[in-house]
């Protein structure tokens, strides 16, 4: 018998066995195969921020806050952010110069008092004691007690004006306090000004009236090395 005839029927079951091993492999690793993932079976997680941090709301809690912010720092920050950043021309007309402190008399009271010009505050302040609001022809009123607390044995004017307003001030503690404002006149030199003045504690100032930056532009210029020049009548 020739080798070819012997080796014939070898070469067909090695064949047969080859073709059978690869299907029994290629079905096992279709079996143990993963299949892809697919939006459905394994959606994204959305990253979302939490709704208190995307969106403001309104609550009592955040009213409160806004409510008890100071309005004297708000209204020079807005004054501030107004003002035109150019250079104004000086005009031909004299203007009259003060000193940082100045005598002063308020309302119909007959002695002077001491008050610093303070171009650092928006709004003038008056020391006040035993404030009182009540009603007159349908208005609301204060009545307070004007005198110098740092001077021992000052007079006490008693004084009535129409309550023009409140406003928040935050103490340096962080409480806010609410403050009336009146409008009153008041002498310095031979001037006679109506402004704005918060009745405020001013027992650890050293003046008990100031005048602020808002009345400041209609008297005129500040000289802050000098006191008491309202009588002297200096003109730039």
Same mark, same amino acid.
């Given at each position: 018998?020739?080798?070819?005839?012997?080796?014939?029927?070898?070469?067909?079951?090695?064949?047969?066995?080859?073709?059978?091993?690869?299907?029994?492999?290629?079905? +096992?690793? *279709? !079996?143990?195969?993963?299949?892809?993932? @697919?939006?459905?079976?394994?959606?994204? /997680?959305?990253? =979302?921020?939490?709704?208190?941090?995307?969106?403001?709301?309104?609550?009592?809690?955040?009213?409160?806050?806004?409510?008890?912010?100071?309005?004297?720092?708000?209204?020079?920050?807005?004054?501030?952010?107004?003002?035109?950043?150019?250079?104004?021309?000086?005009?031909?007309?004299?203007?009259?110069?003060?000193?940082?402190? +100045?005598? *002063? !008399?308020?309302?119909?009271?007959?002695? @002077?008092?001491?008050?610093?010009?303070? /171009?650092?505050? =928006?709004?003038?302040?008056?020391?006040?004691?035993?404030?009182?609001?009540?009603?007159?022809?349908?208005?609301?009123?204060?009545?307070?007690?004007?005198?110098?607390?740092?001077?021992?044995?000052?007079?006490?004017?008693?004084?009535?004006?129409?309550?023009?307003?409140?406003?928040?001030?935050?103490?340096?503690?962080?409480?806010?306090?609410?403050?009336?404002?009146?409008?009153?006149?008041?002498?310095?030199?031979?001037?006679?000004?109506?402004?704005?003045?918060?009745?405020?504690?001013?027992?650890?100032?050293?003046?008990?009236?100031?005048?602020?930056?808002?009345?400041?532009?209609?008297?005129?210029?500040?000289?802050?090395?000098?006191?008491?020049?309202?009588?002297?009548?200096?003109?730039?």
């Amino acid at each position: 018998m020739s080798p070819s005839r012997i080796l014939h029927p070898w070469l067909h079951c090695l064949t047969a066995w080859a073709l059978l091993g690869a299907t029994t492999w290629a079905a +096992e690793g *279709v !079996k143990d195969a993963k299949p892809p993932a @697919t939006a459905s079976q394994n959606p994204p /997680t959305a990253i =979302t921020a939490p709704a208190s941090s995307t969106a403001a709301t309104t609550t009592p809690e955040t009213a409160t806050a806004v409510q008890d912010e100071d309005e004297e720092k708000a209204a020079e920050k807005k004054e501030a952010e107004d003002t035109v950043k150019v250079a104004r021309p000086v005009g031909p007309d004299l203007v009259q110069v003060y000193g940082w402190r +100045e005598k *002063v !008399k308020v309302g119909e009271m007959s002695d @002077t008092m001491v008050a610093k010009l303070d /171009t650092g505050a =928006t709004t003038s302040s008056l020391h006040a004691e035993d404030q009182q609001i009540f009603e007159r022809d349908g208005k609301k009123w204060v009545k307070f007690v004007l005198t110098d607390p740092n001077e021992a044995g000052a007079k006490r004017y008693v004084m009535e004006a129409p309550l023009t307003r409140t406003v928040s001030i935050k103490e340096p503690g962080g409480e806010s306090i609410r403050r009336n404002v009146v409008r009153l006149n008041f002498h310095i030199g031979e001037r006679n000004i109506k402004a704005e003045f918060t009745l405020n504690n001013r027992h650890n100032m050293s003046c008990p009236v100031l005048i602020g930056r808002t009345t400041i532009q209609t008297l005129g210029w500040v000289d802050p090395s000098r006191t008491y020049l309202a009588d002297d009548k200096i003109f730039r």
